[in-house]
Nanobody, 126 residues
């Protein structure tokens, strides 16, 4: 089993920045893909960003492209989501996910990922 633990969430003013971390433990795989999703109250969980196992390919939703950056450090089994120019509509619980299969055109689908973290709250005030 793989355990994922998110950290770095919090309260920030509009225009500010946060950096989320997703640390993997347990039976980790250096070739896993990582994704970030978010879920706002009353809404479906939605794709935010993804990165393949060696960081050579990254993917973003249109709503965060140009503001968020996903990265990973395989030596630390950790993925990151750097979030800039945050807006109130970015308020949500952010979830990290890990997938065992290589990323393809399915990078934005929840069922692409095998393991999920518990989530970290991000609140952006106006």
């Amino acid at each position: 089993q793989v355990q994922l633990a998110e950290s770095g969430g919090g309260l920030v003013q509009a225009g500010g920045s946060l950096r989320l971390s997703c640390a993997a433990s347990g039976r980790t795989f250096s070739s896993d893909a990582r994704g970030w999703f978010r879920q706002a109250p009353g809404k479906e969980r939605e794709f935010v960003a993804a990165i393949d196992w060696n960081g050579s390919n990254t993917y973003y939703s249109d709503s965060v492209k140009g503001r968020f950056r996903i990265s990973r450090d395989n030596a630390e089994n950790t993925a990151y989501l750097e979030m800039n120019i945050l807006q109130p509509e970015d308020t949500a619980v952010y979830y990290c996910a890990a997938g065992l299969a290589p990323l393809g055109s399915n990078y934005y689908l929840r069922n692409t990922y095998n393991y999920w973290g518990q989530g970290t709250q991000v609140t952006v005030s106006s």
